[in-house]
């Protein structure tokens, strides 16, 4: 689950899962890894080269999948 809050791209998961990484993937293209924070996001900047490949996919409608 995620969404846009100002200038991040917020992924939001259940708390009891803080500290645990994460793989985001877009249609089976690896984009990064995370660790998700205590208050179970992970906050991405729209600005970053992350941000930008992760909007990009959001725009054209792609699949975003996260592994733990």
Do not use: P, Q, W
């Amino acid at each position: 689950n995620f969404f846009e809050r100002g200038d991040s791209i917020i992924f939001k998961f259940d708390k009891s899962l803080k500290g645990k990484s994460v793989s985001i993937y877009s249609d089976n293209k690896f984009i990064c890894s995370a660790v998700i924070g205590k208050s179970g996001e992970i906050k991405v900047s729209k600005s970053s080269e992350i941000g930008k490949e992760i909007m990009k996919h959001i725009i054209t409608d792609k699949k975003l999948s996260c592994f733990i």
